[in-house]
């Protein structure tokens, strides 16, 4: 029998080009991912990887700006004369800016199985396209697809006009920061407004039963007793519905009274939490800066993840060890 060696050189190096072909779609996929998604990171890994860095910022400079024209432009054609005299730039605008969202959509649906909240070809996808984000780019551009197929569907497209607003806001970091303040402080969030709903039903109640009799109309049911104590207890006081009888006239400025000690609350609450936020924030970055061990073990999981090379890593280990 023999043996073609050629064949067989052959066939072990189609074998073998099969893992480093799917190292390389690895890495790709996850410069992808962090370009569209970039996670916090270290010192080191923001020099190790200082180009992907720099590519990142442009593409969500990019896109930030192509939302902020997108703003501009729903602001623009908002006046009927001014969308009648450049509809065609306006809708040329919607087009292109839809295509790109449509890219970024199908890039990061690509790229996100590197994260291991998102394993699985199918279900870490699907778990993905659920997320904030991408879900808010979904409802942007299927309206604008759908669209040939519903000629009426007007309000479809308003919706998506809506949710292009909405993204501006999932895109600038200082939504990420106000959400997390009110996680932090969402069980003193939850007691506060209970204490808030409360006293709306009951001085909506009180209203009712005392100012229906005299007036009927306005004070018609305890949901519309309910407005005029919204108003009230916030101290907006738009002045539409006003008590008329004395006892209604003394119920009500005792609720105003009531309104600016309870409906303050949340706000001084919200108040504390950034400001609790701000100085964690400063803390934190001096903390980092300051503590070699964290970015050791910051570099020991780059090492161990394939980012930096072993010599890479000597190299900053030893710069970090003469910190300590």
């Known amino acids: 029998m023999q043996i073609d060696v050629h064949s067989w050189g052959a066939l ?14 690895d890495e790709l996929k ?51 004369d001014v969308y009648q005299r450049y509809h065609n730039l306006f809708n040329a605008v919607f087009a292109f800016a839809i295509v790109v969202f449509t890219i970024e959509l199908l890039l990061r649906l690509w790229s996100c199985t590197v994260d291991p909240r998102f394993r699985g070809p199918i279900k870490g996808r699907l778990k993905c ?16 697809y759908a669209k040939p ?11 998506a006009i809506i949710l292009i607003i909405i993204k501006l806001l999932t895109y600038s970091s200082v939504f990420k920061f106000v959400i997390d303040v009110l996680q932090a402080k969402k069980n003193e969030l939850v007691t506060a407004l209970a204490i808030d ?23 018609s049911s305890i949901p519309a007793a309910g407005w005029w104590a919204a108003q009230t207890l916030t101290t907006v006081g738009y002045g539409d519905l006003v008590p008329t009888t004395p006892l209604g006239q003394f119920l009500a400025v005792f609720a105003m009274f009531l309104g600016i000690a309870t409906f303050a609350i949340p706000i001084a609450i919200i108040g ?33 993840q394939g980012v930096i090379t072993e010599e890479e890593f000597a190299a900053k280990k030893q710069e970090l060890l003469t910190r300590l």
Not at 135 to 143: D, F, S, T, W, Y
Not at 151 to 159: H, L
Not at 197 to 219: A, K, N, Q, V
Not at 285 to 292: E, I, N, S, T, V
Request: a positive charge; hydrophobic letters at 50%.
């Open 272 to 304: 504390a939490g950034f400001t609790e936020a701000f100085e964690a924030r400063r803390g934190g970055a001096g903390k980092q800066a300051a503590d070699p061990c964290k970015l050791l073990g910051n570099l020991a999981d780059l090492k161990e």
């Open 149 to 159: 197929l519903f000629p009426g569907a007007d309000v479809f497209i308003n919706a």
């Open 197 to 219: 709903l409360i006293l709306l039903i009951t001085f909506s109640s009180f209203m009712f039963i005392i100012e229906h009799g005299s007036d009927p109309r306005d004070f």
């Open 12 to 25: 072990f190096r189609f074998k073998t080009s099969k893992p480093r072909m799917s190292k390389q779609n």
């Open 129 to 144: 396209l659920f997320t904030t984000s991408l879900l808010i780019n979904l409802l942007v551009i299927v309206p604008f």
């Open 30 to 80: 996850r410069r992808v991912y962090e370009i569209f998604q970039p996670a916090p990171v270290g010192e080191a890994r923001i020099a190790a990887r200082r180009r992907d860095v720099s590519t990142a910022i442009r593409v969500r400079f990019f896109l930030m700006a192509l939302i902020w024209v997108l703003v501009g432009v729903i602001i623009l054609a908002s006046y009927s």
